[in-house]
């Protein structure tokens, strides 16, 4: 029995909703499940929900291109002490471990809770290009390592939604010649510490070095052939480009720690383009950063290889401001209009612009950089709104805490989705889909459970699988989780649960904000174990930010998620 009713009270999170009288439930005749299997997930469902309705839907195409860097050298172990750790920006989850399959699940649902039209996964190159098996490379980032991410992407039935892109760290490029060449002359160990010596850098000629291998060697054959022989064709985001649509590749900036660059950049972008059509049958699009172009200019009269180009980040100190100053190539050198705002940039090449944000910056001593102040979100939303006009904008270290610009969940924000929220609400302005999962609620109340997952999730409640990165929340009477501070658009919501009520039928009540509610009974499933995915009713919303929570009212449920779908934009 689906009910509505309006409760008049400023309900504060999940001690509110205790006050909230049990509403009898009537008895009904069970509903005719069907069982069905999506991706990796098996479930019953309602006569009334498609299994097509668990696929992730496709990125929304009236947002901001916020493009999130995704990296994957976490292997942190619980027990295991983690580096600088009181500065460090811990996740959610104690075991953040990217040889783990369920690992990439995880991170995967909490990438597309952000609707992002595009992702870009790191490459720093294989130490053993030939072997596909070997995952060996700089910083654990090896392109072949991210077959688990394409696992994940099927296994969640995200192939609509899930759209990468390569992001060539060139300090990772850098490490792999210094691994390959450790017996060598050349010395780059000593990069830091004299880097006038040519001999300490990598060189971007074609001049072998004393291991046989050439600069193309090392962007080709080690880091963009392997990315792209694992993500499958139907996976790449594609740019449009004078009406050709071509995968997107962007680089990290070729610094100090180079040398060669006039002349032999320009002919290894040449080289690659070559390759990669050979290859793939298609042009690439290339972002590379404003040194490529201020080391071999002659890239500048290039835009057959040069699609777009993008100024990083330079911290500064002080509050971050509002105003977005503007880089442009003079001809001779890169101009900027007005003042960096320490927290994003934009350049101009093509007649578009290209940007790069992050949410806030401390990379502690280290570095020997300024740190920005998050201001509890504040600083990325600003830096966002500033960037609105980029074609492509770089987020920053999505999973990278080590320099502070983590965005991932984690309870050191104000609310542990605080990030991700902010950066959904740019990406799907008009709100049109949103998946909760319970386990990453931002509140949660749920049992203690002999059967909790807690090498994965240090929460109570957490019902752990052992095969796939899928959790729920155990909760029983008076038990639930609340997400906050939800933006919703004005519009007509249908709300659905995946759940399992394993011993009788439970009873649900999902708020929305204080006064709207909406009330179910799950039923259990045939075989006791399995969830069911059930609609549990619609409701009209305003423009607004409001709390999402559920709680149950009687019996025990397992949940997984509520999916709040918009019917109409």
């Keep these: 029995m689906l009910t509505r009713r309006i409760i008049p009270l400023a309900l504060a999170g999940l001690a509110g909703l205790a006050l909230l009288a049990p509403v009898a439930a009537r008895a009904e005749a069970p509903l005719p499940l069907r069982k ?3 991706g990796a997930a098996t479930s019953w469902f309602a006569p009334d929900v498609s299994p097509d309705e668990l696929r ?3 990125p929304p195409t009236d947002g901001m291109k916020n493009a999130p860097i995704f990296g994957y050298a976490h292997r942190w172990k ?3 002490p983690i580096p600088n750790a009181e500065r460090v920006q811990m996740p959610l989850y104690r075991n953040f471990d990217s040889d783990d399959p369920k690992w990439w699940d995880q991170q995967l649902d909490e990438l597309l809770f952000t609707r992002p039209p595009l992702i870009f996964l790191i490459g720093r190159g294989c130490t053993k290009p030939e072997d596909r098996n070997a995952f060996a490379g700089p910083g654990n980032m090896c392109p072949y390592k991210l077959r688990m991410m394409v696992d ?8 609509d939604a899930a759209r990468f892109a390569l992001f060539v760290d060139t300090g990772g490029t850098f490490a792999l010649r210094r691994a390959m060449t450790r017996n060598g002359p050349e010395r780059l160990d000593d990069a830091r510490s004299s880097d006038r010596d040519p001999n300490t850098r990598f060189d971007l000629s074609d001049t072998p070095d004393s291991s046989g291998r050439t600069a193309l060697w090392y962007f080709w054959d080690a880091t963009m052939k392997p990315w792209f022989d694992t993500v499958p064709k139907e ?3 594609r740019i449009d480009d004078a009406g ?3 995968p997107v590749i962007a680089f990290w900036g070729i610094t100090h720690r180079f040398t060669g660059h006039r002349g032999n950049t320009t002919k290894l972008l040449a080289d690659l383009k070559a390759k990669f059509v050979e290859r793939y049958g298609i042009e690439p699009f290339f972002i590379l950063s404003t040194a490529w172009i201020t080391g071999d200019p002659s890239l500048a009269e290039r835009p057959d290889l040069v699609g777009g180009v993008h100024g990083w980040f330079q911290p500064r100190f002080g509050e971050p401001t509002g105003a977005q100053a503007t880089t442009q190539w003079s001809g001779e050198k890169w101009q900027t209009n007005g003042t960096p705002n320490g927290i994003s940039s934009l350049a101009e090449w093509n ?3 290209w940007g790069v944000t992050i949410p806030g910056f401390d990379c502690g001593p280290q570095c020997n950089v300024p740190s920005v102040d998050r201001r509890d979100g504040k600083s990325f939303d600003l830096a966002l709104r500033s960037n609105t006009p980029a074609t492509i904008n770089l987020i920053e270290g999505f999973n990278g805490p080590i320099e502070g610009t983590a965005i991932y969940r984690s309870g050191r924000w104000q609310t542990p989705n605080a990030y991700l929220e902010i950066l959904r609400r740019w990406n799907d302005p008009a709100s049109r889909s949103i998946r909760l999962q319970a386990e990453g609620a931002d509140v949660t109340n749920a049992s203690a459970t002999p059967r909790s997952d807690n090498d994965f999730l240090p929460r ?9 990165g899928e959790w729920k929340l155990l909760v029983t009477k008076d038990q639930g989780f609340s997400f906050k501070r939800i933006r919703l658009t004005a519009g007509e919501y249908d709300i659905t649960i995946r759940s399992t009520a394993s011993r009788a039928p439970a009873s649900l009540m999902v708020l929305l904000g204080a006064h709207t509610s909406l009330k179910a009974t799950i039923i259990p499933p045939p075989d006791a174990t399995t969830p069911v995915v059930q609609r549990i009713g619609a409701v009209n919303m305003p423009d607004g930010d409001v709390d999402i929570s559920a709680q149950v009212i009687t019996g025990e449920l397992e949940i997984d998620w509520l999916m709040i779908r918009r019917r109409r934009y």
């Design 56 to 58: 992730w839907p496709a």
């Design 244 to 246: 050709t649509r071509k």
């Design 36 to 38: 069905a299997t999506v």
């Design 152 to 159: 994940a992407v099927r296994r969640n039935a995200a192939e």
């Design 78 to 80: 619980p027990g295991q």
């Design 351 to 353: 007649g578009r612009r």
């Design 235 to 237: 996976m790449w985001y």
């Design 460 to 468: 109570e409640g957490i019902v752990g699988d052992q095969n796939k």
